[in-house]
């Protein structure tokens, strides 16, 4: 047992780490989650053939890398990765089965990235779990207008903030599906009412948006309606 078994992930990443399913997987990549952390627990778990760890800061995969070193070498495969995350060498492995996880970022870098991933994704045999730190709103229309079919989705509640989390899959090219397949603009599956935690973040929601409709040159209204009408449901 090496000292990665012992790591205890925050609540966010460890829910990611549990809805990922084990021997699924050829490569799983670990895209900027928290220092690799989730990548390791990943690797101690043999989720995938192979774990990608990938971060645009040199020193940090330094760090990883010689940990990695240290603790896996020659026991499990691992690839570690200094680039940007949308420019993640998929093709070179484009008969595989790919997981591509990224957390802890923006919903509009998120949308940069997928901007360009998507079209190669889907191609391929390519899944994401996607968790932004905000504009899951602006994430979910970019995902619902680009045909992505939903997996599963759920809340995570940590150190008083509340992240969301999107697994999902590309449509392959000029494949349609229906309405109940998409990606939702408001997450209507991962909602469980009977918790007070997914009614605070749902009121949280909402006020944030009501405190942006101030603003007489911002029109969000559609915006609150939609999170507004899962009240009534």
């Known amino acids: 047992m090496s000292e990665f078994s012992k790591l205890k992930l925050g609540k966010r990443l ?3 780490e549990a809805s990922v399913a084990s ?10 989650c928290d220092h690799g952390l989730l990548g390791f627990q990943l690797l101690e778990k043999n989720k995938a053939k192979t774990v990608h760890f990938v971060d645009i800061v040199p020193q940090l995969l330094i760090d990883i890398e010689q940990k990695l070193k240290r603790f896996y070498m020659g ?18 492995h484009k008969d595989d089965k790919h997981l591509v996880i990224i957390a ?40 619902f207008t680009h045909q992505c079919f939903l ?18 899959k590309p449509v392959k090219n ?9 990606i939702s603009l408001v997450g209507d599956k991962m909602w469980d009412f009977k918790s007070s935690e997914h009614h ?13 409709a101030k603003n007489p040159n ?4 559609e915006i609150i309606n939609a999170y507004q009408r899962l009240i009534t449901l």
């Not at 932004?132 to 970019?142: A, D, I, W």
């Not at 809340?155 to 697994?167: D, F, L, M, S, T």
């Not at 000029?174 to 998409?182: A, F």
């Not at 911002?218 to 209204?221: N, P």
């Open 14 to 16: 460890t829910a990611i």
């Open 23 to 32: 021997d699924a997987y050829d490569h799983i990549w670990d895209c900027c």
């Open 75 to 92: 026991k499990n495969k691992w690839q570690v990765h200094c680039l940007d995350v949308s420019k993640l060498p998929l093709n070179k």
């Open 104 to 143: 802890g970022v923006g919903g509009q870098l998120l949308i940069t990235i997928l901007s360009t991933l998507l079209p190669l994704a889907s191609a391929m045999n390519i899944e994401f779990i996607l968790s932004p730190v905000h504009h899951n709103y602006q994430l979910r229309q970019f995902l």
């Open 151 to 168: 997996i599963d989705e759920f809340i995570v509640a940590e150190n008083k903030r509340y992240y969301e989390v999107i697994h999902l």
């Open 174 to 182: 000029n494949t349609q599906i229906n309405r109940e397949q998409s």
């Open 200 to 212: 605070s973040y749902l009121q949280q929601t909402i006020q944030h948006y009501q405190r942006i």
């Open 218 to 221: 911002i029109d969000v209204s």
